[in-house]
């Protein structure tokens, strides 16, 4: 059993700065690629960053130069700085891990975390 648990959400006034953190748990063998979506009110769920098993990270254009994927492979887990926040950032966050486990490779989902960004 594996189990993603989001946290660092919040509300957060426009220009402002969170931390997303995202830890994996449980029969972890490896972990591959790490990734942040985020999902608005009316809106599809969209992929914001990613980050390889070796480090390369890819953003969505709305997000370069304000958002920092980064991963710590020794605690399992993913982060997601996001600076100069603006209130189209308003959206449930959530991680997903590609992760080989006891039970096969398959991709996992953390529960979400609210950020709302408003004055």
């Known amino acids: 059993q594996v189990q993603l648990l989001e946290s660092g959400g919040g509300l957060v006034q426009p220009g402002g700065s969170l931390r997303l953190s995202c830890v994996a748990s449980?029969?972890?063998?490896?972990?591959?690629?790490m990734a942040w979506y985020r999902q608005a009110p009316g809106k599809e769920r969209e992929l914001v960053a990613r980050i390889t098993s070796n480090g390369n990270t890819a953003y969505i254009d709305s997000v370069k130069g304000r958002f920092t994927i980064a991963r710590d492979n020794a605690k399992n887990t993913v982060y997601l700085q996001m600076n100069s926040l603006k209130p189209e950032d308003t959206a449930v966050y959530y991680c997903?891990?590609?992760?080989?486990?006891?039970?096969?490779?398959?991709?996992?989902w953390g529960q979400g975390t609210q950020v709302t960004v408003s004055s």
């Open positions: 997903k891990n590609t992760i080989l486990a006891n039970t096969g490779f398959n991709d996992y």
């Open positions: 449980g029969s972890i063998v490896s972990i591959y690629a």
